[in-house]
């Protein structure tokens, strides 16, 4: 039996823009587009009318614009949304991932005919990406979330408390972010460890508690003997943490990785640091397939390669760096994030 295809809603105030995505997505015989419209107001009632799969969406419309048209749409009957945007208005796609979009493909203004290819290729694979995950309303999870801070969760263990203290100190240079970090250390002795980070730097460092809310200039570290994870409360996110079960190691960088990407979603962003063992693996692939960001530290500066070998060897992870340059590269990236 032949799946359906995937329906397309596309809304856009510029007709050569509509027609453009119209004919490339009508040229798949696997995606339909199933309406047009010029403008959020007439995207609205389309979308409640035609309940399509996916909705491409751009964001500079008269009468009601995108930012508004997402808020309308993410309360009323939420669908998933390809944002369609320029370079130039880099703020404008972050701030529409806020308001509840799934992802978004940059155009190229001017572009040659291998940038248009590639921007074609790109917005056919996020409408079949997303497409596949209609029905499934997990994917709009953080559409209506609190603004959060720029969260890096930590995974380490053998030789995990000196690079934790080195990335703590770097990361102070720029206290905007909030550090979920699971090292791999008895109960009791993680308080210590904490009490001792707070006094270091810039940033706040605690064990973490349930109820906990991210804040900026905020380090949380996994208690001893109990899982550390984050979760959602109606709009809001939380930490929360959980005694293990007797077969459980605790506490757990896959269990912190895998509500850090259920919370988070594309804005899930792991790094992990040396220790022995896989325990980080398999959280990594859960922040890659959910659209995050996971780094790890390279060989040459890792007093044990386990944990970052076997997760680079997931496939998940973008970058590796050493140690030295893991902390200067999450200030940029917080820096540019925060001034874009």
Do not use: N
């Not at 572009?111 to 694979?125: C, I, K, M, N, S």
């Not at 703590?168 to 972010?177: C, D, F, K, L, N």
């Not at 990785?257 to 980080?280: H, I, K, P, Q, W």
């Not at 530290?297 to 970052?308: H, Q, Y």
């Amino acid at each position: 039996m032949t799946a359906r295809p995937i329906r397309v809603l596309v809304v856009d105030d510029s007709a050569q823009s509509r027609h453009a995505i119209t004919q490339l997505v009508e040229g798949c015989e696997d995606l339909r587009v199933v309406g047009r419209a010029c403008d959020g107001d007439e995207g609205l009632k389309k979308a409640a009318a035609l309940k399509p799969d996916v909705i491409t969406l751009d964001l500079e419309m008269p009468r009601l614009g995108g930012f508004a048209f997402l808020r309308l749409l993410m309360a009323a009957a939420p669908a998933p949304v390809i944002v369609v945007s320029s370079y130039a208005h880099k703020s404008d796609v972050f701030k529409a991932l806020e308001f509840g979009a799934i992802d978004f493909v940059a155009k190229r203004s001017r572009g040659t005919r291998d940038e248009l290819a590639v921007f074609q290729t790109e917005l056919l694979e996020r409408i079949r990406a997303v497409g596949q995950l209609r029905g499934d309303r997990r994917i709009l999870s953080t559409a209506t979330l609190e603004p959060t801070p720029f969260t890096v969760a930590v995974a380490a263990s053998t030789g995990g408390p000196r690079a934790i203290q080195r990335l703590v100190e770097a990361i102070g240079a720029e206290p905007t972010m909030c550090l979920l970090v699971c090292q791999h250390m008895p109960e009791r002795f993680t308080s210590a460890f904490a009490e001792r980070l707070d006094r270091i730097g810039a940033l706040t460092v605690r064990e973490g508690c349930d109820g906990d809310r991210l804040r900026e200039g905020h380090v949380f570290i996994a208690p001893g003997g109990r899982h550390l994870e984050l979760v959602r409360r109606g709009d809001r996110l939380r930490l929360r943490t959980e005694v293990p079960d007797r077969t459980e190691h605790a506490p757990s960088a896959d269990r912190l990785f895998e509500s850090v990407a259920e919370a988070l979603g594309a804005r899930a962003f792991g790094v992990v640091l040396t220790g022995m063992g896989a325990d980080g693996a398999e959280g990594a692939r859960a922040i890659g397939s959910a659209g995050g960001e996971v780094w790890a530290e390279a060989e040459a500066s890792a007093v044990i390669f386990g944990m970052p070998q076997a997760t680079i060897a997931t496939g998940a992870v973008k970058r590796v760096l050493p140690l030295e340059e893991i902390g200067p590269a999450l200030v940029a990236l917080a820096r540019e994030r925060r001034l874009s």
